[in-house]
């Protein structure tokens, strides 16, 4: 059986529409149909049926959907296998945002050290727009980012891990149920400017300030450089923040700061982007990257991480051993 048309067949079942499926797998919408009407006819059985828009699984491309995955999570393995048997060595060139170096990152160096002592990563911390840039312009092999939809079809993009956001206070500074003119007294603080987390979070309190007959002139509004120095501000009682919440959740069980009830921003989105053409070591460091999402969200289990549906890796259960 060949792979390829179990890979065509899953691809399909994802995104049901020949153009953009063809567009992925660099083939015609020709081929992606000869592959599937050969399928088909090894198997005996139809796998989509055509709707007015698009194609649908029939019950028996429903029913055997998991078990080509399986396939195919077999084929890539053998193949993994196969290339790990020659020491897996080169740099690869990575850009993190500043909530990855204070998260996820000692998790990730470690595992790569384990898994591929011959590997070399050069890191870069820098804004998503600026790291996408890069990416595009073939600065970097692999960006850590905010979740945004990709640039073109040329991106792989996995959404990884959510992170919950919370409004903050220093203890006495403000009571966890003050309401919204209490709070828009204290300076508001956010991340950089013109950061994706800065607009989500200016364009709430906007919103907030609307809705309570808060003059915009009243709203005070101070971004920082880092994520470091705004919660480093937010303990010293010098304003009100939204930060994720793993980043002072042991503050907050301290009680040296405490969460406000307040609207919260929708969820950060820790993302990871290559090329679709990316060398395997780059494919390899994704992994591990994945890996260390998976066992820092284990150990975060809470309201403020989920772990998102990743296409094509079973989140859950993978990895136990890492």
């Known amino acids: 059986m060949n792979s390829r048309f179990l890979e065509t067949f899953i691809e399909l079942a994802r995104t049901p529409q020949l153009r953009r499926v063809a567009e992925r797998l660099h083939a015609t919408p020709s081929t992606i149909s000869v592959r599937i009407r050969s399928l088909e006819e090894e198997l005996g059985v139809e796998l989509f049926e ?8 029939t019950d028996a491309g429903r029913r055997l959907r998991p078990y080509a995955e399986t396939v195919l999570k077999a084929v890539a393995e053998l193949r993994e296998a196969a290339q790990q048997s020659e020491v897996i060595s080169g740099r690869v060139r990575v850009g993190i945002i500043e909530t990855v170096v204070l998260t996820l990152l000692p998790d990730f160096m470690r595992q790569m050290r384990a898994l591929y002592p011959g590997i070399e990563i050069d890191l870069t911390v820098d804004l998503t727009s600026n790291l996408i840039r890069r990416l595009a312009d073939g600065e970097l092999d692999l960006i850590i980012c905010i979740g945004l939809d990709p640039i073109g079809p040329h991106i792989v993009s996995e959404n990884l891990l959510s992170l919950k956001n919370r409004w903050v206070s220093r203890s006495g500074l403000l009571a966890p149920e003050a309401d919204v003119a209490e709070v828009f007294r204290h300076p508001l603080m956010t991340q950089m400017s013109n950061s994706a987390p800065y607009n989500v979070t200016v364009n709430l309190i906007h919103k907030m300030a609307a809705s309570h007959a808060i003059a915009a002139a009243d709203v005070r509004i101070a971004s920082t450089p880092s994520l470091a120095a705004l919660v480093s501000l937010v303990k010293e009682g010098l304003g009100v923040a939204v930060v994720p919440g793993l980043l002072v959740k042991e503050e907050l069980r301290s009680g040296e700061l405490v969460q406000l009830g307040l609207p ?5 989105v820790i993302s990871q ?7 395997p070591v780059i494919r390899y460091t994704a992994q591990v990257f994945r890996r260390a999402c998976i066992g820092y969200h284990r150990r975060n289990i809470g309201d403020d991480s989920v772990m998102l549906e990743v296409e094509g890796h079973d989140v859950d259960e993978a990895d136990q051993d890492h």
């Not at 055509?50 to 699984?57: P, W, Y």
């Not at 982007?273 to 060398?279: E, N």
């Open 264 to 268: 919260e921003p929708k969820p950060m």
């Open 273 to 279: 982007w290559h090329l679709i053409d990316a060398r």
């Open 50 to 57: 055509k709707t007015q828009n698009a194609l649908t699984l």
